[in-house]
């Protein structure tokens, strides 16, 4: 999930720089970093859609003209996963092309060639636009959380969920990484006016593990952290 500039300074704001062009994808990212910028990069389409799913960058930089997957693809695609700000940076110029990127979800388009600075302000006003912007929502490799429509998708097949199963997923992918206690899983999910047993979590996660593991007996994705509680690592 794409993190805020109320969460984070300006400076430390990640991007994606996808760019098939090695020579101008180095020179774009040089730039960017001299003005705080945390740059990731890759001339892949492939590879941008996967790196878009885990290093979670709050602004993606997407050419159309990739190997592997093209930038409308690519963008089509996370579309339905996130709502991470995209601004499409292209050589095609006719308003056909820019009708249909924005049509497949892109925030703004950028035409080559182009002044830097002009890109680079555009990336702050969309950051800007965007900020403190709530997740719809969620996705973390072949799962899929849709936080309105309250519906889960493993591998593109919805995942029959109770609501606390739900709400309780939706709370460890929200926190991927960090370790959540029983009892702080019991306050987000049941609600401090609900006291249940701590019991009632571990239940909850066995029936989780279920449903979204492979191997619900060896979990990967749903990592317990004996005495403290668990972490969700993707």
């Known amino acids: 999930m794409a993190r805020t500039l109320m969460e984070w300074g ?31 990069t890759t001339g892949d389409g492939g590879e941008a859609l996967e790196l878009a799913r ?17 930038g409308l693809s690519v963008c089509r695609i996370l579309r339905k996963e996130s709502d991470v700000p995209i601004l499409m940076l292209t050589a095609r110029s006719g308003p056909v092309d820019r009708i249909v ?13 182009f002044h830097v600075g002009e890109l680079i302000a555009r990336i702050r006003a969309l950051l800007r636009r965007t900020r403190g912007r709530p997740a719809t929502m969620l996705a973390a490799g072949d799962l899929t959380l849709d936080l309105l429509a309250r519906k889960a998708y ?44 701590t019991r009632t979590v571990d239940t909850h996660i ?29």
């Open 10 to 40: 300006e400076g430390e704001m990640r991007l994606l720089l996808v760019e098939d062009d090695p020579s101008l994808r180095e020179t774009l990212a040089d730039q960017l970093r001299r003005e705080g910028f945390e740059v990731i």
């Open 101 to 113: 990127g924005l049509e497949v979800g892109a925030d703004d388009y950028v035409v080559k060639p």
């Open 154 to 197: 493993k591998g593109g097949q919805e995942l029959r969920l109770t609501l606390k199963e739900f709400d309780l997923l939706a709370t460890l992918v929200q926190n991927r990484g960090r370790v959540l206690s029983r009892a702080f899983l019991l306050e987000r999910v049941w609600g401090v006016e609900h006291p249940v047993d």
């Open 54 to 70: 885990t290093a979670q960058p709050d602004l993606i930089i997407l050419d159309l003209m990739l190997p592997t997957l093209d």
């Open 206 to 234: 066995r029936w989780l593990r279920e449903k979204i593991e492979e191997d619900p007996a060896h979990p990967r994705r749903i990592v317990t952290v004996r005495g403290i509680g668990y972490r969700f690592e993707g």
